[in-house]
């Protein structure tokens, strides 16, 4: 294997074979051709992966401290792989990369939960959390950019889809619009639900415009602004806030009507819409 020799910050000790396991947490620099290659750890969500040349992957992660990382890992599409399972969408993994010329490679992965397992078998709740990944992966544009709020939004969101929330189960799209509108709240794109969002009357208004940035008072109201039911702004300005206790027993018609206007709003702020947003079952 090649990899050049980057300053980085856990440089400057000894270690071994790239791919072989870390001893422990003195373990900072593993062996390339050209001498000892920085490492680094971190804590991860898998995002995607893709297949690389014959049995290798490309893996994307969001990692608590270093943000988005692509990362090659070698070897992974082998059946003798001690990583494969690890490194797999949805997963949290405690992971070790070593600093590579172009791509950073994935010398260790240790399981912390596996949030696919409860999502396996519910091809709803599976599309959601690709439609949470792929989000991430949009909203979190530049690599190596710390985005801790947004990861720790991905984690929690993915562990809601499949275990629910503190006040038990919610609908899946319930799970996926809190998710949405939170990060896009996060990325600088906050909906308002209350107040104009042009011109900051406080509101509530009925009209609802996502170009517009959310609920719009009669003055600011733009031409195709649609009129939402209250109940369905008092939901989404729930699911903004994380307060889940006010969103248990929501009638389907309402949660539709949130699902539309999420979906309307996301879409719009996002230049072009999510892939995987057109395969949700909203029903
Ligand atoms: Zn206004």
New binding site residues.
């Given amino acids: 294997m090649r990899i050049g020799w980057k300053r980085g910050r856990d440089s400057g000790k000894r270690g071994r074979d790239p791919g072989e396991r870390c001893a422990g947490p003195g373990c900072f620099a593993v062996l390339g051709d050209n001498g000892p290659v920085p490492t680094y750890r971190d804590q991860a969500v898998v995002l995607r992966t893709h297949k690389l040349g014959e049995a290798d992957r490309i893996i994307t992660l969001l990692c608590r401290d270093h943000g988005k990382v692509r990362a090659v890992a070698r070897g992974v599409r082998r059946t003798s792989s001690k990583f494969g399972a690890r490194l797999e969408p949805y997963s949290h993994i405690d992971v070790q990369f070593a600093t590579g010329r172009s791509l950073d490679v994935v010398t260790q992965a240790v399981s912390l939960h596996q949030y696919a397992r409860p999502l396996v078998g519910d091809f709803g709740r599976w599309t959601m959390g690709q439609v949470m990944v792929e989000t991430a992966d949009r909203l979190v544009a530049e690599e190596k950019e710390p985005a801790l709020a947004q990861y720790r939004l991905l984690l929690g969101a993915l562990r809601t889809l499949g275990h629910g929330t503190p006040d038990g189960m919610r609908p899946g799209s319930m799970v996926l619009d809190a998710y949405l509108l939170r990060a896009m709240a996060i990325s600088g794109y906050a909906p308002s639900f209350t107040a ?6 406080p509101g509530p ?1 009925r009209a609802f415009s996502p170009a517009s940035g959310g609920s ?6 733009p031409p195709g602004a649609t009129r939402p039911r209250p109940e369905t702004l008092a939901l989404l300005g729930s699911l903004l806030t994380g307060d889940w206790k006010a969103t248990r027993g929501v009638p389907d018609v309402v949660l539709r009507e949130a699902d539309e206007l999420t979906s309307a709003f996301v879409t719009w702020h996002l230049d072009r819409g999510l892939r995987s947003l057109m395969h949700v079952d909203w029903s």
């Fill in positions: 104009c969002a042009v011109c900051g009357e208004h719009v008072c009669v003055s600011c109201r």
